[in-house]
């Protein structure tokens, strides 16, 4: 099994170069068996929508992934509680609006997800690793012990992506941490078969900050006001991971890196 992951895709230059970038990935790599994306910067830069849901799906994405900027748009938790497309941290309460884990199916295959934010720098939120261990059984209980198992891990810490991938080396096919924008130069397939990697980065405009233009930014770190952030359009990029899976086993033959700088105009 072939898994192509794309690291948050941020505004819409970022959605703009994944739907150029997915053709090229797959005419240089070969078809994929499922394509999974983290969305939550999708729309201007915080959260998603519906609109922007039909787009993905339109471009041959399998599920979107999230994390803590799903929340900012409400009307989209209409589509969070009726969709099993898309995942938000299941380590929020459970009433909040949709869910955070589930096994999504294409031609005859299955994949389990399970989506996780980090408690590390970030906003109060139940353990990821108590809540990793109940649904990745129960990932396994529904689609068999050997279900390949994908890991969104939306998380600023490096030491708590890299402690989280050890915690579930050898129970799930991949830990892939998000939320950074930056990509890191770490993949490798741990000790019991688990694909990792720190970061998958940024799908969107890689000439600014985190996907945010310079000149928007600048004046926030300068004064320490409040100022309104326009995207990045300059040096468009795909980052994101492929991950091969032995599906006799579930576990991870390797992980490779994946940098694409496209352009607009192509």
């Known amino acids: 099994m072939r898994v192509l992951f ?4 941020a505004w819409n230059t970022g959605r703009q170069a994944l ?6 990935l797959r005419q240089q790599y070969g078809s994929f068996d499922f394509t999974v994306i983290n969305c939550e910067n999708a729309a201007h830069g915080k959260g998603m929508t519906s609109k922007i849901f039909g787009e993905f799906i339109a471009l041959g994405v399998d599920a979107m992934t999230s994390g803590n900027h799903i929340w900012d748009k409400a009307d989209f938790f209409t589509v969070l509680d009726a969709e099993t497309r898309v995942f938000r941290p299941a380590n929020y309460p459970a009433s909040c609006p949709g ?7 294409r031609k005859g295959k299955r994949l389990g997800i399970l989506n996780l934010e980090g408690q590390v720098f970030m ?10 261990d109940s649904l990745v059984d129960e990932l396994k209980s529904e689609g068999g012990d050997n279900l390949p198992v994908l890991v969104d891990f939306h998380a600023e810490a490096t030491s708590e992506k890299q402690a989280l991938a050890y915690y579930l080396d050898g ?4 830990v892939v941490g998000t939320h950074t924008h930056v990509q890191t130069a770490d993949e490798r397939v741990l000790p019991k078969g ?10 969107g405009g890689h000439g600014g ?15 320490g006001l409040p100022v309104k952030f ?10 994101g991971v492929i991950i091969e899976i032995d599906e006799a086993t579930g576990l991870a033959e390797r992980i490779t890196r994946v940098i694409l700088p496209v352009s607009m105009w192509t």
Request: proline residues 11%; glycine residues 8%; hydrophobic residues 40%.
């Open 6 to 9: 794309s690291g948050d895709v």
């Open 19 to 24: 739907a150029i970038a997915l053709p090229k």
């Open 99 to 105: 869910r955070g884990h589930g096994i999504i199916e």
């Open 123 to 132: 906003p109060p939120i139940d353990s990821p690793f108590t809540c990793a």
């Open 171 to 174: 129970r799930v096919s991949a």
């Open 194 to 203: 688990t694909a990792f990697i720190c970061d998958a980065g940024m799908t």
């Open 209 to 223: 900050v985190l996907g945010v233009s310079y000149e928007s930014v600048m004046p926030r770190f300068l004064t």
């Open 230 to 239: 326009d995207p990045c359009e300059t040096e468009p990029a795909f980052n």
